[in-house]
Structure formats: structure tokens, C-alpha cells
């Protein structure tokens, strides 16, 4: 069973940064859509979790949801199978847990959802005080 590691996340006032990062297996790494959800506080249900950021390894494409256009940036760093989210300009909406997820293949164009992804992380928690 594959295990996505992340790390990071905290608390910071809004318009603070905070960065996020995942670790996987190289082969999920290298041929996986890798990216991130989050649940807000409240939202129960695991399939409501929003779309956040992804990116492709093959060949280094990215998705954004509109929520966090401009404002975040994923990369990664292929010696440590390893991806980042950067999050800046924090705002109080982005508050919840963020959750690292895998799903075979590339980056659906029209944005990844959660019903494409194979693996989760166990989540980290992001919370922006206003």
C-alpha cells in the first residue's frame, strides 16, 4: 500500500506563508498525478473535499483551482520524490486539513477530483487566523 507522506502546515496570521510537502514512492512519484485537496472545518465527507493544486512529473504540468490561482505554487523535487505546495497570502478560507493525494496517470485537464485519486495522505492541518 503506497504512502504519501506530508509534512508542514501550522497556524499563521492571514497574508502569512506557510509550505506543505508530500513524499512519495518513486514509482508513484514518476507516474502519478500528485497534488492536494483540503476540507475545510465542518465538511464531514471525504468526497467534498476541494481541489487545490497538482502537478505531473512526466512532464512538469501544473492545475490550479481558481481559489488558489496566483497565490500558491506547487513544484517538486525529483531527487527526494518529493512535492511542495507554497502558500502565500494566506487567507481565513484557506483553513482546513490538506490532504496529499496520487492518481494514475496525468492531471485531468479539466482539474483532478476526488474520485480520480488512488492514495491519500493522512492530512496536515493549515489554520489562518484573520
Do not use: H
Request: hydrophobic letters at 25%.
Amino acid at each position: 500500500q503506497e504512502q504519501l507522506v506530508e509534512s508542514g502546515g501550522g497556524s499563521v496570521q492571514a497574508g502569512g506563508s506557510l509550505i506543505l510537502s508530500c513524499t512519495a514512492s518513486e514509482y508513484v512519484y514518476n507516474n502519478y498525478c500528485m497534488g492536494w485537496f483540503r476540507q475545510a472545518p465542518g465538511e464531514e465527507r471525504a468526497p467534498e473535499r476541494e481541489g487545490v493544486a497538482f502537478i505531473y512529473s512526466r512532464d512538469n504540468s501544473t492545475y490550479y483551482y481558481d481559489s488558489v490561482k496566483g497565490r500558491f505554487t506547487i513544484s517538486q523535487d525529483n531527487a527526494k520524490n518529493t512535492l511542495y505546495l507554497q502558500m502565500n497570502s494566506l487567507r481565513f478560507e484557506d483553513t482546513g486539513m490538506y490532504y496529499c493525494a496520487a492518481g494514475r496517470g496525468k492531471c485531468y485537464s479539466g482539474g483532478p477530483g476526488y474520485y480520480g485519486m488512488d492514495y491519500w495522505g493522512k492530512g496536515t492541518m493549515v489554520t489562518i487566523s484573520s
